[in-house]
């Protein structure tokens, strides 16, 4: 028997359906926010954490859904390291400047990545990250806290 939505589907006005909203993947629903097991995944256990309210930016949460948000990012980030991988990645992106599709969602969410060491990730892609890395140079620390407006707050 097929799994129903455990909320109503929701549709943003820029686009005619979100993968998100009508989600078959429904781990946990929590208030304001659901857990769906990520398809496409990057490792086995990849899981999205999704507030309810369809938004594109994370600043759009109010204090509500943030927490909720947040509280179902650790607790699966816990279990997945328990039960799932020796460690867990936990992003989110924002990119507008790319278009939606089966690997871009213009819904905010946050990816739980199980990680373990010398994985297949790190085996393919971030073998070479160290390279990238670089110093804070002179100056660069009081141009980021200028551009950002720290000194102000």
């Given at each position: 028997?097929?799994?129903?939505?455990?909320?109503?589907?929701?549709?943003?006005?820029?686009?005619?359906?979100?993968?998100?909203?009508?989600?078959?993947?429904?781990?946990?629903?929590?208030?304001?926010?659901?857990?769906?097991?990520?398809?496409?995944?990057?490792?086995?256990?990849?899981?999205?954490?999704?507030?309810?309210?369809?938004?594109?930016?994370?600043?759009?949460?109010?204090?509500e859904e943030a927490l909720v948000v947040w509280?179902?990012?650790?607790?699966?980030?816990?279990?997945?390291?328990?039960?799932?991988?020796?460690?867990?990645?936990?992003?989110?992106?924002?990119?507008?400047?790319?278009?939606?599709?089966?690997?871009?969602?213009?819904?905010?969410?946050?990816?739980?990545?199980?990680?373990?060491?010398?994985?297949?990730?790190?085996?393919?892609?971030?073998?070479?990250?160290?390279?990238?890395?670089?110093?804070?140079?002179?100056?660069?620390?009081?141009?980021?806290?200028?551009?950002?407006?720290?000194?102000?707050?």
């Open positions: 028997m097929e799994q129903k939505d455990v909320f109503e589907p929701l549709y943003n006005r820029r686009m005619k359906k979100c993968p998100f909203c009508e989600s078959k993947r429904v781990l946990e629903v929590n208030g304001l926010a659901y857990v769906l097991a990520s398809d496409p995944r990057l490792t086995f256990g990849h899981l999205l954490v999704v507030p309810k309210r369809h938004i594109e930016r994370p600043w759009e949460l109010n204090d509280r179902l990012v650790v607790k699966y980030q816990k279990l997945l390291v328990e039960r799932v991988g020796a460690g867990c990645d936990v992003r989110e992106n924002y990119r507008p400047f790319l278009s939606q599709s089966r690997l871009k969602v213009d819904h905010v969410h946050w990816h739980l990545i199980p990680r373990t060491n010398k994985d297949e990730i790190y085996e393919r892609s971030q073998i070479g990250e160290q390279e990238l890395f670089e110093a804070l140079v002179g100056g660069e620390l009081e141009k980021l806290r200028a551009i950002l407006l720290l000194d102000q707050v």
